[in-house]
């Protein structure tokens, strides 16, 4: 029975649900950030608000929240050419993946992941990875995952799990995840707080949340808010 868990946690929606899950599971949550220069620095920025508003707000989980920490992983932008790290406009590539996609990405976090759990004492690494996302990256599938913790279990001589809440569930079926852990406090803060956009765009406010509203992120998020709410009625 694992006890203690480290959250990847971008300050998007679906690693604050993530976390929020893993808070209600786990006695000891630890969280990491990477900082690879990405365009949307605001969601870097958007996870010390969401951590305080956590500690703030949630009482029952305020004591098991622990450390953050945010890594720095500018070599990714060294050995990529995405949109999301670069000024260049989001597109799909001929092989039928969004330019957004950064080749290996979240195969380097987990790692990178694996070795601070490891040196914290952490057991289980949680990312909000999922599979019906329609970006379709290769590195979010469930079999590159669970191989992954086979792999880092093995070289680490350590038994991690990796844990993907999100892995079979659709943006709407996030949103009513985060109501069902949080009641409306959670969401509220998901929609105040939480940054998915691909650009820093946060001057209007949507019912969902703040984002530029034309991006894949965005529409992927509304269209997310607005199956969740008809199903609620
Ligand atoms: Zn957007």
């Known amino acids: 029975m694992h006890t203690t868990a480290l959250v990847l946690f971008s300050g998007g929606q ?10 209600e599971k786990y006695e000891r949550v630890e969280t990491i950030g990477f900082d690879y220069g990405q365009r949307h620095r605001v969601e870097l920025e958007a996870r010390d608000t969401i951590l305080s508003q956590l500690r703030e707000h949630f009482p029952r989980w305020a004591p ?29 590539q001929a092989n039928g993946l969004p330019n957004t996609f950064v080749p290996g990405r979240n195969l380097l976090f987990l790692t990178l992941a694996g070795a601070l759990a490891y040196r914290r004492g952490l057991e289980v690494l949680v990312t909000g990875v999922c599979e019906t996302d329609f970006s ?21 001589d350590a038994p991690f799990t990796i844990e993907t809440p999100l892995m079979r569930i659709d943006k ?11 009641g409306t406090p959670l969401v509220d ?13 946060r001057t209007t406010r949507w019912a969902w949340g703040y984002g530029c509203g034309g991006c894949p992120a965005c529409g992927l998020r509304q269209r997310g808010w607005e199956k969740w709410q008809t199903g609620k009625t």
């Open 14 to 23: 679906d690693s604050t649900t993530c976390l929020a899950d893993a808070l």
């Open 64 to 92: 098991r929240l622990g450390e953050d920490h945010l890594l720095s992983v500018d070599v990714l932008g060294q050995v990529s050419a995405s949109s999301l790290t670069q000024d260049i406009a989001f597109e799909m």
């Open 136 to 156: 379709g990256y290769p590195d979010c599938r469930n079999d590159t995952l669970q191989t992954l913790a086979k792999a880092i279990s093995l070289g680490m």
């Open 172 to 182: 709407a079926g996030t949103w009513a995840m985060a109501q069902r852990l949080g």
């Open 189 to 201: 803060l998901i929609v105040e707080h939480t940054h998915s956009c691909y650009t820093p765009e």
